[in-house]
């Protein structure tokens, strides 16, 4: 992983982000890296009672689990009833899937499959709601788990949970090969939750940030975070950043963007506090200079027709690709320099007018996005087109 010279570092979420179609089986391409060490792969079995869990969850010493607060997953199991019959299951004594957790440096669990079911059982005997929807122990409707006779109480505490403990000696990237290949829950993470759920505390803090920057939801008009899209956005900034160069236009990267973006997440947790305010500062003038040069139509791909109609363009999803090099390529501009120039209207014209006329740029955006050539044809013409425009307006 390169690092930049100046660093020395439900649902309704989905509609925000225009579909790509990324390179045929990219994420699986593993061809350009060395085997890893199969011994040096450790994946522990440790049994524990669900009374056991509850206690790891609530102490604050020693192996401690933490279901991540913070992972804005949980209006995916909103309904009770559903919650209900994972707790009848267990008053039934019926076995329920195995789990996945992380254990970090500091021997602390984070979930990562079966969180939505881990959640559930805590909440339950945290007397957070009751039962409802029952379809075998129907008396028990309506009751939380304070309010249970005593046996039913009994058997969900002595319930036997399977948990599978990957070891954090374990290889990033095989890391998270295994917790793509065993993302079995009724709704499976996607990459960035999976990353998500083994980072440190600053990195979810640095990114938490950044998706509240006002330059942010100014650019991205008003994106929200439920599935961690806008967090994966913001990676896909830091990734390029660190691995491009402005000056020559090389960009350092192999094909298999999520291989990519896992490797840069592993960096990013290492960084200092002062190197992640520098990527900070960065991306909140590529953001401020994003909104003055495209307005509300930044990042969102803009036909010449829709331009030259007397109706107001339709504002359509975020393009992810040209969200990272149109960002990258505005953060070497300075929003002092730039604020003045008054080129908004020219900027979005000439976009999607090299758009109509250059149908490798076009396509570049929709189709092979993974791959490193289209990658190359977004920032060279982007930066060709942002240059043009603030040149000729100075």
């Given at each position: ?97 195995v789990f996945y957790v992380y254990e ?159 490797k840069t997440y592993e960096a990013i ?126």
């Amino acid at each position: 992983m390169s690092i930049n010279n100046e660093l020395d570092i439900d649902w309704e979420n989905e509609s925000q982000i225009e579909e790509e179609e990324e390179d045929v089986n990219e994420d699986n391409d593993r061809s350009d890296e060395k085997p890893f060490d199969a011994d040096r792969i450790r994946v522990d079995v440790k049994p524990i009672s669900v009374h056991q869990m509850f206690q790891m969850i609530e102490t604050k010493d020693g192996g401690q689990i933490n279901l991540n607060p913070d992972f804005q997953r949980r209006k995916v199991w909103k309904e009770r009833k559903r919650k209900s019959l994972l707790i009848e299951s267990l008053m039934l004594r019926i076995p329920i899937p195995v789990f996945y957790v992380y254990e970090d440096e500091e021997t602390v669990w984070h979930v990562v499959d079966g969180l939505q079911r881990m959640s559930t059982m805590y909440e339950f005997m945290k007397d957070e709601f009751s039962l409802t929807g029952l379809q075998y122990l129907t008396n028990n409707n309506g009751k939380k788990f304070s309010e249970l006779d005593q046996k039913y109480k009994n058997r969900i505490n002595t319930t036997t949970l399977t948990i599978n403990v990957i070891d954090s000696l374990t290889p990033p990237q095989v890391k998270y090969d295994i917790f793509r290949r065993i993302n079995t829950g009724g709704v499976p993470l996607n990459s960035q939750e999976i990353r998500n759920s083994t980072a440190n505390k600053n990195t979810r803090d640095f990114f938490k940030a950044l998706v509240s920057l006002e330059s942010f939801q100014l650019a991205t008009n008003s994106m929200n975070d439920l599935r961690m899209q806008a967090q994966e956005l913001i990676l896909r900034f830091i990734a390029f950043y660190l691995n491009y160069n402005f000056e020559t236009g090389e960009i350092l990267y192999k094909k298999g963007m999520d291989g990519f973006l896992d490797k840069t997440y592993e960096a990013i947790n290492r960084l200092s506090i002062m190197d992640l305010d520098k990527i900070n500062k960065k991306f909140d003038n590529a953001m401020k200079n994003s909104y003055l040069l495209f307005d509300k139509y930044a990042f969102r791909r803009i036909t010449y027709k829709e331009l030259n109609n007397n109706n107001e363009p339709k504002l359509k999803p975020i393009n992810k690709s040209l969200f990272t090099c149109t960002s990258i390529i505005l953060a070497y501009y300075e929003y002092e320099e730039i604020k003045d120039l008054n080129i908004s209207d020219k900027m979005i014209k000439k976009l999607a007018s090299e758009m109509a006329i250059n149908k490798d740029f076009e396509e570049s955006f929709s189709k092979g996005t993974g791959d490193l050539s289209r990658i190359k044809t977004q920032f060279k013409l982007t930066k060709k087109i942002v240059k043009e425009v603030i040149e000729n307006a100075k």
